[in-house]
């Protein structure tokens, strides 16, 4: 059975959102998780609000972060680099 016809529920929403709502899932998944959407009230209501939140994120925090974050990022980089 393909990715397509396998029933989706609550649980397959909550997991994959974060990459729906960032559209890191290819299109069958997709598909799969928008058509639990049309059901499921709950579950679109859920969708939306992260959209909406990312939306007002966006808007919000346009500057540039903190120097002293952008080192400390810099340097987690390097050292998982080198953890490999």
């Known amino acids: 059975m ?3 016809h396998k029933d989706c529920n609550c649980a397959d929403i ?3 959102m974060f990459a729906l ?6 299109e069958v998944d997709c598909q ?6 049309e059901r499921c ?3 679109a209501e859920r969708v ?3 959209t ?4 007002l994120l966006r808007r919000c925090c346009c500057g540039p ?8 990022i810099t340097y987690s980089i390097r050292v998982e680099r080198r953890n490999f």
Not at 21 to 26: I, K, S
Not at 32 to 37: A, G, I
Not at 65 to 72: C, I, N, T, V, Y
């Open 21 to 26: 709502v960032d559209n890191e899932l290819d």
């Open 2 to 4: 393909d990715g397509m």
């Open 32 to 37: 799969r998780l928008r058509m639990h959407l």
């Open 41 to 43: 009230p709950r579950c």
């Open 52 to 55: 909406e939140l990312r939306a």
């Open 48 to 50: 939306a609000a992260e």
């Open 65 to 72: 972060a903190p120097q002293h974050l952008r080192q400390k």
């Open 14 to 16: 909550h997991a994959s």
